[in-house]
Nanobody, 122 residues
Framework: QVQLVESGGDLVQPGGSLRLSCAAS????????MGWYRQAPGNQRDLVAT???????NYADSAKGRFTISRDNTKNTVFLEMNSLKPEDTAVYYC????????????????WGHGTQVTVSS
């Protein structure tokens, strides 16, 4: 019912910046929560940042002060501004959206994008 398409992943040097985007499309009543998660080889998928429809944000400790999550509700898009990138930030970054389903507005659907690779290296 919902498709998430990420973009913006790239190879950057330590200390550099990237801006990830994720656009949602499909059948949903409203997008409640959106977020970014990341997974490096051999690691679990960890939360990076989330944002609800009202703009309230939540960040992993590793992201606080360096990353900023935002969203454009008119375009059903979430962004992740990443600054002061470190090699430890290297991972596949996945977009997540929790939506109210059109056939059952109080029921949430949980959807994931396919991921975009972020590599931080000299």
């Amino acid at each position: 019912q919902v498709q998430l398409v990420e973009s913006g992943g790239d190879l950057v040097q330590p200390g550099g910046s990237l801006r990830l985007s994720c656009a949602a499309s499909g059948m949903f009543f409203v997008i409640n929560d959106m977020g970014w998660y990341r997974q490096a080889p051999g690691n679990q998928r960890d939360l990076v940042a989330t944002i609800n429809r009202g703009g309230s944000t939540n960040y992993a400790d590793s992201a606080k002060g360096r990353f900023t999550i935002s969203r454009d509700n008119t375009k059903n898009t979430v962004f992740l501004e990443m600054n002061s990138l470190k090699p430890e930030d290297t991972a596949v970054y996945y977009c997540n959206a929790k939506v109210a389903l059109p056939t059952a507005p109080r029921s949430q659907g949980n959807y994931w994008g396919h991921g975009t690779q972020v590599t931080v290296s000299s």
